[in-house]
């Protein structure tokens, strides 16, 4: 038995050794050659995979602000207050448990579902072409947002306005926690993640999708998100119009622009691979 094991292994590494490769390189072969066989895999890796990294980005953003010298202290609640005065704390004068709850359930979960659900749907219906725009969108959503998030901090209504509650961070310290993943200071706002992002699916959803049910539902949500951010304490009504203003430059963008964003992006990879290729031969 152990002789057999042997002689595989010797054969393996012959193989190996014969062509050139090494086991990491033969890797990366297959998955190429296998996501160039499934269009629905390589039509929307990349994208995905930039989302992955502007998520990253956003947890390292206390170390890049250090690292360019932004200074702690910077922040311009002030321009807000100047902008709108306390305009966004009328919201809170019908303020009942029940909404709260119910916001905090949409800010939180509602949110999430929405932006998951949308792209679990088109990886069910292996709609590439969706999953493209959705994914072009997502990512340029972040890659405006995160720019303003380091060199224009503004904190969230409720540290800033006298007359508003807290009324998400109130509800329970984990939550709190869970904030910090995004944003560590409280000084995300402008302009808003949550208005920008939920739009932008709700629009895809309602072109690029048939069911009248899923339509309505993210219309409810969308509608509910936007309240929300108000409501619980969060943001300004300039973050909503910055994040409403986002997310239509976004949808335009990936849906008018695809087919060529989609080109180069895969020219850029096959040209990489070829370039990796011709170092090993």
């Not at 050659?33 to 499934?38: E, F, L, P, Q, V």
């Not at 999953?131 to 072009?136: A, K, T, V």
């Not at 302009?191 to 959803?205: E, G, Q, V, W």
Request: include cysteine; aromatic fraction near 14%.
């Amino acid at each position: 038995m152990n002789s057999k094991n042997e002689e595989n292994n010797i054969l393996e590494r012959a193989a190996i050794d014969i062509e050139g490769r090494t086991v990491r390189q033969r890797w990366q072969e297959m998955l190429y050659h296998r996501a160039y066989d499934h269009p629905l895999i390589s039509n929307y890796q990349p994208y995905a995979l930039a989302a992955t990294i502007v998520f990253g980005l956003m947890t390292l953003q206390i170390d890049i602000e250090q690292y360019i010298g932004i200074n702690p202290s910077l922040n311009y609640a002030d321009v807000m207050v100047m902008i709108e005065g306390n305009a966004v704390t009328y919201i809170q004068a019908f303020a009942t448990p029940w909404l709260t709850y119910f916001s905090a359930f949409i800010y939180l979960i509602g949110f999430s579902v929405l932006l998951m659900g949308t792209f679990l749907i088109f990886v069910y219906k292996k709609d590439a072409k969706s999953l493209q725009e959705f994914s072009i969108a997502f990512t340029l959503i972040y890659l405006v947002a995160y720019p303003f998030y380091i060199l224009f901090p503004v904190s969230v209504t409720s540290n800033t306005l006298p007359n508003m509650a807290p009324l998400l961070y109130g509800l329970d310290p984990s939550i709190v926690k869970i904030v910090h993943i995004c944003d560590p200071t409280l000084d995300n706002c402008f302009p808003s993640l949550h208005a920008a992002l939920s739009l932008m699916a709700m629009l895809i959803i309602l072109t690029r999708t048939e069911n009248l049910r899923l339509k309505a539902l993210a219309v409810f949500t969308t509608i509910s998100v936007q309240f929300t951010i108000l409501y619980l304490g969060i943001h300004w009504i300039t973050d909503l119009i910055g994040g409403i203003m986002l997310a239509f430059t976004s949808y335009y963008v990936a849906t008018r622009y695809r087919e060529l964003i989609v080109t180069r992006s895969e020219k850029l990879i096959a040209g990489r691979y070829e370039n990796e290729e011709g170092k090993r031969s």
